[in-house]
């Protein structure tokens, strides 16, 4: 079939059914849009597959971790360790708070890091540790927050690509603090939104007045379906509630999120079967320790030398055959802003640097069939004859 008459295959794309357009709809007319009893049920919802104590819904993850570094207390003179090799918002706040970005290396396979090289960057300034569970995979938390605990350190997870997953049979977000994003692309997707969970009260209590102006008490009373008009500023606060008529999007796929999750299983596997043999890419490894990943991308590295092609050069050829493909990520000391204002801060991440010139992710959602991976390799392997010519 001529390239093209064929249609495009995205790199990804949410799993909503009609259902959920018709949850839209019914908060649309239901007099009530903003946060609100879906909100409430959203978070009973995740905190209930999580097994999480306590769950506050934001309108981003971005706006959680925001609201999570300024309840911690995060600001001037601290130094938060965090890997580059993620999305550039963490890092953002990190410095807009005026605290200090510290840049830990990551596996070379896997993308995540560990307690040993979180050791090597703790100093006294450090204040917190925020590590990343990476492409639906759960790094190992539990020797992080024994080295947290051991030099007093707070640990927050950057969560937001493993809503689902569990390391060592404990779900992501059962203990300690963690952060899952629930924007367009993620498994569960609200369009935008993010959910922080914890175990700790006092920290629940904060995030809840923090996400709304403040306020002591929460926006939504359900006894009257409206806001309390006896609420009253506690401490200076933000604008980061999540709406009804986003919380109802997420509800419904949160009910199927193990179909939706093992379909994204299923089309891995098939995908690390079909590549087995093929050099010109290498997907990541799988953590060598029992966990459940939930696959939210598909991640390889191009092989510039196997493939006769630069990591852009390929993404431009997989385009011109219809599929697309997105990067995850640039490591963060890499974008300019970063490269200017630290300019060494990229001594010692080998690893990083490494994968943040080659990493490509392939078309990965639950509407994908295993033809349609078919079609994708097929793509590689022609990509990588062509280029040899």
């Not at 597959?49 to 609201?67: D, F």
């Not at 997953?165 to 367009?184: D, M, N, T």
Request: proline fraction near 5%; charged fraction near 20%.
């Amino acid at each position: 079939m001529p390239v093209s008459t064929l249609e495009f295959l995205p790199f990804t794309r949410p799993q909503l059914d009609a259902e959920d357009i018709q949850a839209v709809v019914d908060v649309l007319v239901s007099g009530w849009i903003t946060s609100g009893a879906k909100v409430q049920q959203l978070e009973a919802g995740v905190a209930a597959l999580t097994g999480s104590q306590h769950a506050v819904a934001v309108c981003s993850a971005t706006a959680g971790m925001h609201i999570a570094l300024h309840a911690l207390g995060i600001g001037p003179g601290d130094e938060v360790i965090t890997p580059s090799m993620t999305w550039v918002s963490t890092v953002n706040l990190i410095v807009l708070l005026g605290a200090k970005p510290v840049f830990v290396d990551v596996d070379r396979d896997t993308l995540m890091t560990n307690a040993e090289r979180i050791e090597e960057k703790i100093t006294a300034a450090t204040r917190l540790i925020i590590p990343v569970h990476y492409a639906g995979a759960p790094l190992d938390i539990q020797p992080i927050r024994d080295l947290a605990e051991k030099h007093g350190i707070a640990v927050l997870e950057d969560a937001a690509h493993a809503l689902g997953s569990s390391c060592r049979g404990e779900p992501v977000g059962k203990s300690g603090s963690a952060i899952f994003s629930l924007q367009a692309i993620k498994n569960v997707t609200s369009a935008e939104g993010g959910v922080i969970c914890t175990d700790d009260a006092e920290f629940a209590a904060s995030l809840k007045r923090l996400r709304f102006h403040g306020l002591g008490q929460d926006s939504f009373d359900r006894t009257t379906q409206g806001r309390s008009p006896q609420a009253e500023v506690v401490e200076p606060g933000f604008k980061y509630n999540l709406p009804d008529m986003n919380a109802c999007l997420a509800l419904g796929q949160l009910g199927r999120i193990a179909a939706i999750n093992g379909k994204r299983q299923e089309l891995a596997s098939y995908y690390l079967q079909k590549l087995k043999n093929i050099k010109s890419v290498i997907p990541l490894g799988l953590p060598d320790y029992p966990h459940e990943h939930v696959w939210h991308l598909f991640v390889v590295r191009v092989n510039e030398e196997r493939m006769g092609l630069s990591r852009e050069q390929f993404m431009e050829a997989l385009k011109a055959r219809q599929i697309g493909s997105g990067i995850h990520f640039k490591a963060v000391h890499s974008q300019k802003y970063y490269r200017e204002a630290m300019p060494d801060a990229g001594q010692g991440l080998d690893n990083t640097v490494w994968n943040s010139d080659r990493i490509v992710s392939l078309p990965l959602f639950p509407g994908m069939t295993t033809a349609d991976v078919d079609r994708v390799v097929a793509a590689i392997e022609e990509i990588s004859a062509e280029a040899k010519r």
